[in-house]
């Protein structure tokens, strides 16, 4: 039985998961390689005020690490980052990690990836990608950024040196990270100027306290984690999901609830302000009870006029007014279609990871590249990634995977990847059931890719981890049998 040498770009949510699994399929050479001195992904650089997870805490977490002591129905980010941490430490992943070591080109030779880093080489049999969606903070190409005389900074770079109490802040953007800071500066700073370029829609969700007994029951009755686990699941699963991606009844259930919560806005002019131009769901859907009452105080402002410059007092938009401001938080989202990248892939042949995607990123079922064997991705292109748990998806990859690994151990397999056919086949399914989503329905959105079409899984992410228990043997080719091919 051969004993693979696997390598696991990144040590966020999904690198971690991916490493439990091996690690509990007796895979013992692994190592992960981290560009930043800790680990937790996300949840490491996103450090904002009133950052939460807006999927409930019983489903964000590994359902092989049942976390009975949450303290909010919506984790507070530091607390999931205390627990991915504590995975790790009780998971025995700690060691694996190599720390502050970037990954910055892979190339397929001799049998093997040759892994370069920032600290040297690497070889291993398998290559596995977790670098993250969202991870490239996106700067606004605003006029005269540079220039402002206070603290600006990206939401994923909070600069936590900057004070706030009783100062004018300045808040660009109105996704969930904008409407999450928003709601938990409103009140602390003297004046908070909100600056929408496109409004979005506010789902009403409460977050509330778990009580001491609520969480003493979970700590003796293992099963309610598990119970709370699966209904949460269904829940998302057989409302949102659903909604996503078939019209009828649960997406007219979502307008109309989200509808009724923006008539909670009680000045008409403000209103028509915050009415978003397309449907819920264009856009991963904000959770929110707190934005609105936030956004009606006297002390905030939600600024409409488009952005025209930054200078050193502070923004100056379009209609000529200078908005003086003492500190400027970019709340402006990330670089979706970063995938994998800045690292340079090189499958056998020359290939590269830019020439396979010339016209996008499309995988084999999220997980696999053809012509780039034993290459996956947790996360990977079109991965059921919208309003539901990340967690999920990726242990539905993470098993996957393993699957791999094993049958490559038991010497049923050395060099593998999806054939072009069978990848084509599955794209083309996907495309024809595209337009059955919400998102085709008009959407301006960083879900849709350079085509304008989605860039999400259209069905349920049910039929995802569905799709993932079959290995589909006969869709995969030792890697010799494709040099032919590639001439
Ligand atoms: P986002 O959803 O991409 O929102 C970015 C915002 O910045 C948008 O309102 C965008 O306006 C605006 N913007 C971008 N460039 C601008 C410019 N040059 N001038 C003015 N406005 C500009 O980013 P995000 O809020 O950071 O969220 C990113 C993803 O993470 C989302 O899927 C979000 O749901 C998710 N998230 C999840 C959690 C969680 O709890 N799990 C928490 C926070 C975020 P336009 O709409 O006009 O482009």
């Not at 129905?73 to 992943?93: F, K, M, T």
């Not at 605003?142 to 206070?150: C, E, R, V």
Request: hydrophobic fraction near 40%; glycine fraction near 8%; aromatic fraction near 8%.
């Amino acid at each position: 039985m051969a004993d693979p040498r696997v390598v696991i770009v990144g040590a966020g949510m999904s690198g971690l998961c991916m490493a439990v699994k091996l690690l509990d399929a007796g895979v013992r050479d692994l190592v992960l390689y981290e560009k930043a001195p800790s680990l937790g992904g996300t949840w490491r650089d996103n450090t904002y005020p009133g950052l939460t997870c807006d999927v409930p805490s019983r489903f964000y977490q590994y359902s092989f690490a049942l976390n009975p002591g949450w303290t909010h129905r919506y984790s507070p980010g530091p607390e999931i980052r205390d627990y991915l941490e504590r995975v790790a430490d009780a998971r025995g992943v700690r060691r694996h990690i190599v720390f502050g070591t970037e990954v910055t080109a892979a190339e397929h030779s001799g049998g093997r990836w040759r892994v370069t880093t920032t600290r040297g080489t690497d070889e291993a049999d398998f290559l596995i990608s977790a670098t993250g969606v969202l991870h490239h903070p996106r700067h606004p190409d605003i006029p005269g950024l540079d220039t402002f005389a206070g603290p600006a900074f990206h939401s994923a770079r909070w600069d936590h040196g900057a004070r706030l109490e009783g100062r004018r802040v300045a808040v660009v953007g109105t996704g969930s990270t904008g409407v999450q800071i928003t709601t938990a500066l409103a009140g602390r700073a003297s004046r908070l100027l909100l600056f929408q370029r496109t409004a979005q829609w506010v789902f009403p969700v409460g977050n509330h306290r778990y009580t001491d007994l609520t969480r003493r029951a979970h700590r003796r009755l293992p099963v309610l984690d598990r119970l709370f686990y699966r209904l949460h699941e269904t829940l998302l699963s057989a409302l949102l999901a659903r909604a996503l991606v078939a019209p009828g009844r649960r997406r007219d259930l979502i307008d109309r609830i989200c509808r009724r919560h923006l008539e909670t806005v009680a000045d008409p002019e403000l209103r028509r302000r915050l009415t978003p131009p397309d449907r819920p769901m264009c856009k991963r859907l904000i959770g929110s009870r707190g934005f609105y009452e936030a956004v009606q105080r006297d002390d905030v402002d939600v600024v409409t006029a488009p952005i025209d410059h930054v200078e050193p007092r502070g923004v100056v938009t379009a209609d000529g007014v200078l908005h003086e401001i003492d500190v400027l938080v970019l709340a402006t989202g990330f670089d979706a279609h970063a995938y994998l990248r800045p690292i340079r892939l090189t499958a056998p042949g020359g290939r590269t990871l830019e020439d396979a995607w010339r016209d996008g990123p499309r995988a084999y079922r999220t997980v696999a590249l053809p012509g780039f064997p034993n290459f996956f991705m947790l996360m990977g292109p079109h991965s059921p990634i919208g309003n539901y748990s990340l967690i999920a998806i990726a242990e539905a990859q993470a098993d996957y995977v393993c699957g791999w690994v094993r049958r490559y151990r038991a010497g049923l397999c050395r060099s593998v990847a999806p054939t072009q056919e069978a990848t084509d086949r599955y794209n083309r399914a996907l495309r024809d059931a595209l337009p059955r989503t919400v998102w085709t329905s008009g959407c301006r959105s960083w879900y849709l890719g350079k085509d304008g079409l989605p860039e999400l899984w259209p069905w349920t992410p049910r039929s995802h981890a569905r799709m993932l228990a079959v290995p589909h043997l006969e869709e995969f080719t030792e890697v010799d049998a494709l040099a032919p091919e590639r001439g």
